[in-house]
């Protein structure tokens, strides 16, 4: 049994699907679970397992409990005779969106020295903006559906409908809509425009199907879900997707052939790449005509998609033993010695 650090909350519209993801963890972890949340203004708080809840958070109770501080090797709170210290084994990264899938905390556990399962930097860039999965993808050898990517500022003409608008760097289909014509495309363009300054446009496609895989590399091994195939309406909104945050049960197998299947793990091999080691990511697939086309990565998905594995536990810790090492770098000074023995003679 490990004590794992789940740190959540942070500064992000998802903010709240990070709480209720989180405490979702609660039934599918034994081991002793340190809850370290990060509220609206970046401080952190360590939250007894015992007590938490959703409405903590939305009451502001959480501020009863111990305030965190982070410094070398881990976060610390104040006690009578110096820091203390909060010891976990390692920590899991489950802040959705901003903070936690952008690389503000992969930078600060890798400054702070702190081991962690989720994404690195490299990997929050290429995940977190649409704009730039698709050339990411590319570059892998993996296809993406065409798109239109304009900013805030830009003419924007469409003139194929229906299409899909979406902010460039949001998930959980925040800001996401479907314009079927070019009078609703004014106010989709407005709520889009409300959560990020840059938003590409794609074609909608009739028919299309949608697959679900996760995975992780772990000791040079990958580790893969099974195929989930969602649950098919025109369009899952925010309130729709907020559900998959709380799952805990295992959701049933796509009922795929084994052709398509290693199709799919094939180009999942490619995205995850060397890129996003020490991360469970989940790619969503879309599949037209019998190919495989990356809509989406997701590095820090919901529930962690516990709900995917047979074995997410083993999973974890299995990742847990073999999350990537930083190059050690020496400061010898060497060069600066020579030029002051320079200066010298």
């Known amino acids: ?4 650090g789940i740190v959540f909350g942070a500064k992000s519209f998802e903010h709240e699907i990070s709480i209720v993801s989180s405490i979702a963890l609660k039934k599918v972890l034994n081991d002793e679970l340190i809850y370290i949340f990060i509220d609206k203004n970046r401080e952190f708080y360590h939250i007894p397992t015992n007590k938490i809840n959703s409405k903590l958070f939305s ?13 070398n090797g881990g976060f610390y709170k104040t006690a009578l005779f110096g820091d203390k210290k909060i010891e976990f084994d390692f920590a899991l990264n489950v802040t959705h969106g901003g903070d936690g899938e952008d ?7 890798e400054f702070f020295g702190i081991p962690f399962i989720g994404p690195r930097v490299e990997a929050c860039v290429v995940s977190c903006n649409k704009h730039f999965t698709k050339n990411y993808a590319l570059s892998c050898g993996v296809k993406t559906l065409p798109s239109l990517h304009f900013t805030k500022n830009d003419k924007i003409e469409i003139d194929e409908f229906p299409c899909i608008v979406k902010p460039v760097r949001l998930g959980s289909s925040i800001g996401v809509a479907i314009v079927k014509s070019k009078e609703e495309l004014s106010y989709a363009l ?3 425009f409300e959560f990020d300054n840059e938003i590409i446009v794609e074609s909608f496609i009739n028919n299309v199907k949608e697959y679900n895989l996760a995975g992780t590399k772990a ?16 369009f899952l909104d925010f309130d729709k997707k907020y559900l998959d945050f709380t799952r805990t049960e295992r959701v049933n197998e796509a009922e795929l052939s084994d052709v398509l299947v290693l199709k799919l793990q094939d180009n999942f091999t490619k995205i995850y790449n060397h890129t996003f080691e020490g991360s469970l ?3 969503d697939f879309f599949v037209v005509d019998g190919e495989v086309y990356l809509n989406e990565i997701n590095p820090i998905p919901g529930s962690m998609a516990n709900y995917l594995f047979d074995d997410w536990a083993g999973t974890i810790h299995k990742l847990s033993r073999s999350l990537p090492k930083k190059q050690i770098i020496n400061i010898t000074y060497d060069y600066v010695n020579k030029i002051q023995a320079a200066k010298g003679k």
Do not use: Q
């Open 1 to 4: 049994m490990s004590k794992i």
């Open 59 to 71: 009451s502001g109770e959480y501020k009863k409990f111990d305030k965190l501080h982070i410094n």
């Open 103 to 109: 690389g503000v905390l992969a930078s600060m556990f």
């Open 190 to 192: 407005d709520i889009a």
């Open 219 to 234: 000791n040079g091994e990958f580790i893969f879900s099974i195929v989930e195939e969602p649950k098919k309406e025109e």
């Open 281 to 283: 990511i989940r790619c």
